[in-house]
């Protein structure tokens, strides 16, 4: 098959990988990148768990045609931390214990972060609107909506 | 045409471990030289906090702080045999294998300390915070670090245990069905209130309000979990799962998450959770489990409350807002009955 | 929101714990909020292939001939699998515990028995090119009539839908169609009682829907041995499983898991192990079988169908007196799991109630859909909501509220339940008491004073006469020995002994795949 060049920003770092034509991003994060935090949930975009930021907005990287992302930025899970430092959203989920088996964190964070990225103080109809295509089949949904209004709160409280 | 208020009550009771039991699940435990312990299971976590659970067990048995516990799952190398995560027997089945070996455990480690101390290890203790010291004498203390490096490089002791549980298997009779099937019993009682909407068949979630009683609850955090996202999957069975939506007639069925319907973030309700402990004799600290229990009372709640709403039984699941509007069709409208 | 009621049973507890009790942080909880929990999929291996399953467009069908041919020669296609390639192309996941008879196939040989059914497996490069080489592969299928009712299913002259099981049931002790439940005397019950009622009640089936399909990834190892990454929600159960099948001792395998994105019971049926471990031993190299949604959608084992009815007896003052319920759950094609949930849900009658009189027949029933296995609530989800409902209906028909009526009902410390063993550590009262004074439900200050503890056993222990049909001769050998025994039939029409010898050890299987337990298999004469 023949193979398609493409670099783009990984979590603020330049990769280059060679790609077959009709490849989704997802498996080129996973298999040639190495980047493991976005999953496998459905590969239709029914759920969400694939999530990932590409240039500060959010997309299913599963629907996603690899090549689309040549010369733009994304950001994943694996990307989130600041260093040693968890994310607010990232404490506050583990304050809430707002996951179980952990399958859909990835993409509920991806989801979240890009609602707060702009809107840092949404209300409950907002985060629920937000993360409402992305399923959890563990949790029941409540501690995922107040984790993501008390990293909301917390942001505020800093700022 | 209105939107109709209704409560329904259920109350169950369900049984821990695999049915009829015959199920065995082993741990071992062991300490590295510095007093820190590793809890080597092939039980899995697939979220219901397999790790979690089996780590306070073994750090309460041991009498040390809970940092200074890991538990590795499911390595079939590594790891002994275990059942499976299955039947709600992952806390009591694996908890009492966990507590079997951490007291094995614990009883060399006392051992040991009782040496370094000279004195008998039946008169010593640990404070759980990583120390062992004489009863009523804390100053004659020694570290649980300082007695692993003396177990390992002076007096030649491995601070390790083995533990083993196994509900021994039942019989059945053929022609009464007589048994054992289980050694206890989770307990249940939920209120849920809906809303029906008799002009298009919807059912929405008010609140619930419950009871469970679970023995102990070794974690509520994770209790609250279960619970909670327990509940949820009750209410997606109750109205809205199925992948065959004419049952017996295999046609029309969902094929993916578009199609297969699920209570979303925005379809849930407020609920209000009691939990009860009564100890079951042989649960690790009375636990029993809450993991399968937590979503069968609602489905028939929801149930009972749409009939309170309008007066129609729903014998089928799950209840579509199709089965519901034909149901006040047939009855020639709603029939709110009495409001409790 | 949740709340400890420290208060209740406190007498029968020691809250001087440090540990157990306390809310402390998940062992896992940083892995999952930053992405670095190990599933199964989440190990890349070199050379790694893809194995991808030809599955049936039919609910019952003859396999006339199937011709791989044209696919073998597809791009990228490393080796295709048929059933003649699995070592012993015939399982029950329940042999481990001497359970049931070995009924279905890894591959499809000469007929499907639901649509779904896997017949041919191809292990290629990429997963793109095994989905090109299996619409390459000609089946040529003979449609056959199905059934999908489960009281269809049970009449005289239905298809068979597995010539296991010709009948269309699993068989229980070796004689019976069902599993029953004798307690006291219905009949008399009814007679006895101010109202009878009898209802119908249907589950669905359910989807387990975990986030994480089924899946594994299996790679030669050193040593010989093959490492195993799997998504399992039982790891020696699994293990276990692919030596019987692949016919090799199971030190061969090296599986790990334990950190799985969620199964609600949906992981336990071995799905991909087999046939990817089996593609790791023809290629020699690593092989991934994930179920894609649409797969673990349509084809993974849900939550069977159940259809219920109960038939009760209760007084004017509301006491039940008589139940009589007969199931019958939808195994679909195969066993898998579902004889087992049958005597789990026998041994749940009549609910948590004391009822003096009560009557089960349970029935697991073989259709052509694809087969059901364990979920959350195994052999007891959709009873409780039939039980439920009926208790509703119940109450509302003696006139009495339904809080008070199943307090009222309630099992208690010291009765005997169905299954004939003493109640103990009961707890309904008290839930019922709780959830009605967080709901303000009103209860009569009577009702809110009665106990679990008090009150319980006396009358409420006895065993009301029961009459027992007569046992049918036993006419099949010991059906729940397995090939995979290897074992001697037992004899089965001898009298008893007096002092019963010791039960004949099976010889040891030749692969060393261990039996975990014998629930019914070594304790029959």
Redesign the interface.
Known sequence: MTKTPLQFRHNGRDVAVFV?G?VNLLVAL??LI?D??P?????????G?CSVLIDGELHLSCLTLAEAVNGRAVE???G??DGPN?HPL?RA??EQ?A????????GM?MAAKSLLDRNPSPSR?E???A??GN???????????NAVLAAASSGRARA | MAKHRGRGIASINYPIGMNLGGDPSQALVHSNPSGKFTVSLSSIDLGQGMKSVTRQICAETLGVPVEDVYVDTADSDTGPHCMGSFASRGTHRVGNAVMAAAKEARGVMMEAAAEELEVNAADLETDGRGNIHVKGAPHRSISTKDVAIAAQFKQGKTISGRGIFLVPLSEVNPETGEMSPATCYAHACLVAEVEVDDETGEVAMVRMDSAYELGRALNPRLVEQQLVGGAWMGISHALFETPEPYYPDPTHGPRDFVEYLMPGPGDTCPHDIAVLERPAADGPFGAKGPGEMCANPVLPAVANAIFNAVGVRMDELPITPEKVLRAIKAQGGARPQARR | MLELRKDIFADERDDNLKEIGKGTQRQDMLGHVTGTSTYFDDHKLQGMLHLKVLRSPHAHARLRRIDTMEAERSPGVRRIIRGADVPRNLNTLLSLINFGKDDEPSLAVDKVRYKGEPIVAIVADSPREAYEAMAKVRVDYEPLPAVFDVEEALKPGALVVNETYPKNTFIYHDVYDHQKLRFGDVERGFAEADHVLEQRYQMSPIEHAPTETNGSIAAPDTNGRYVVYTSTQALFFSLDTCAKILDVPSNTFHFIGGTVGGGFGGKVDTLTEPLAILGAMLTGRPVRYQLGREEEMQFGSPRGAERIYIKDGVMRDGRIVARKIRAYFDSGAYTRLSSYAVVKCVAHLPGPYTIPNVHGDVYCVFTNRTPATAMRGFGVTAMDFALECQMDKLAHLVGIDPMEFRILNAYRDGDMKAHRREAKNTALIECAQVAAEKAKWPLREEVKRMSSRKDGGGSRAAISPTPIEPAPQRAAVSQQRTTYDRAPPAPIHEPPPPAPPPPPRPQSPSHGATRFSSVFGTRRR
């Open positions: 077959d009709g996973r298999e190495g493991m935090t999953k496998f949930g459905c590969g239709q975009g029914g759920c768990a994943t899970l694996d989130l931390k968890l990232q989920f583990m214990f996951a179980q088996c952990g399958y859909c964190t990835p964070l109809a985060v629920i609107e993360i409402s399923i959890c089949r563990c949790t029941g949904y409540e501690p995922i909506i």
